[in-house]
């Protein structure tokens, strides 16, 4: 079973800038997607930023520009850059692995979770 672990967050103003980190218990192989969504009070969980294995970036258009993600699979660890934080990033965010393993099919992992308050 593959455990993520997230930290990093905490509260900063607006303008500042949080650097997030998730480790995977072991090291991954093979084809796999990892990134981070978020969840404010109240609202739909989000995709933030997604890396494949292959280096493949995604973001929505709501962070393109301030936020960088990007992983280093010598150290099984994905990392969320965040700088220009605004109000409005404020969530939970949730660290997320895919993986599409040799003898079976495609499965999900979830962090539990770090806070990320931006201050007005």
């Known amino acids: 079973q593959v455990q993520l672990v997230e930290s990093g967050g905490g509260v900063v103003q607006a303008g500042g800038s949080l650097r997030l980190s998730c480790a995977t218990s072991?090291?991954?192989?093979?084809?796999?997607?990892m990134g981070w969504y978020r969840q404010a009070p109240g609202e739909q969980r989000e995709l933030v930023a997604m890396i494949t294995s292959g280096g493949s970036t995604n973001y929505p258009d709501s962070v393109k520009g301030r936020f960088t993600i990007s992983r280093d699979n010598a150290k099984n660890t994905v990392d969320l850059q965040m700088n220009s934080l605004k109000p409005e990033d404020t969530a939970v965010y949730i660290c997320?692995?895919?993986?599409?393993?040799?003898?079976?099919?495609?499965?999900?992992?979830w962090g539990q979770g770090t806070q990320v308050t931006v201050s007005s």
């Open positions: 072991g090291r991954l192989f093979g084809v796999n997607a």
């Open positions: 997320y692995l895919k993986r599409f393993p040799v003898f079976s099919g495609a499965t999900e992992y």
